[in-house]
């Protein structure tokens, strides 16, 4: 693993079904997020992690849950999952520093549709 | 009004050509700020920390003026693979270290 690692890259999932995104990071980032990605809406925060054992939500939560076990990890569950849930999955990762030059990694993303 | 705020474009260049654009922010305690480039259908990359004092990488210029609240990004002699959308995102002293996101600016050189 160099980076972050997303899984599924795609799933096509019926309505009311429960599913989890897995995230994965080796570069022992502190900090953790999940967004969304929807055509002419950029990207919208669901939920976070400062560090493993908190998280914490964004602007979209609803419809979703997150945990933080360890450093490495951040699944995204959707419990019942409905047809808005459709969209791009991305998960990124920082270091939660000041002065940071780096930003934010990102995952290559999970293209979900809800049917 | 958006906190982060971009024109989104779409910028029509000719390859070769010089482009700008610009990404204004609201809240004077921004503190970090920086541009990602995004392929379609692709994961954001970061292209550029923006500093204090400008910065620039090969044909890339990034400005910050804090007086105006935005920062800029200058293409020079744009490539056909310089197309795609270009995120601006900030950090706050308050936010906890977290990005927030300009839409986007989507740039299209044609040859």
């Known amino acids: 693993i160099a980076g972050i690692t997303q899984a599924p890259t795609s799933q096509i999932l019926a309505a009311g079904r429960r599913m989890t995104l897995r995230c994965t990071q080796d570069?022992?980032?502190?900090?953790m997020y999940w967004y969304r990605q929807d055509l002419g809406l950029g990207l919208r925060l669901i939920h976070y992690?400062?560090?493993?054992?908190?998280?914490g939500k964004g602007e979209v939560p609803d419809g979703y849950s997150v945990s933080r076990a360890n450093t490495d990890d951040f699944p995204l569950t959707l419990a019942s999952a409905v047809p808005s849930q459709t969209s791009v999955y991305f998960c990124?990762?920082?270091?939660?520093?000041?002065?940071?030059?780096?930003?934010?990694?990102f995952g290559s993303g999970t293209r979900l549709t809800v049917v | 009004r958006k906190e982060v705020e971009q024109d989104p474009g779409p910028f029509n260049v000719p390859e070769g050509a010089t482009v700008a654009f610009n990404c204004t922010y609201s809240?004077?305690?921004?503190?970090?700020f920086f541009w990602y480039r995004q392929d379609c259908r692709k994961e954001p990359k970061l292209l550029m920390s923006?500093?204090?004092?400008?910065n620039e990488d090969g044909r890339f210029t990034a400005q910050l003026n804090r007086a105006s609240q935005y920062i800029s990004l200058l293409i020079r002699d744009s490539k056909l693979s310089d197309s795609a959308t270009y995120l601006c995102?900030?950090?706050?002293?308050?936010?906890?270290?977290?990005?927030?996101w300009g839409a986007g600016t989507k740039l299209i050189i044609k040859p």
């Open positions: 990124a990762s920082s270091v939660n520093r000041d002065r940071n030059p780096y930003g934010y990694t």
């Open positions: 570069m022992r980032h502190n900090a």
């Open positions: 992690s400062n560090t493993a054992g908190t998280t």
């Open positions: 809240n004077s305690a921004s503190q970090s």
């Open positions: 923006v500093y204090s004092s400008g």
């Open positions: 995102a900030v950090i706050r002293m308050d936010s906890n270290y977290q990005l927030i």
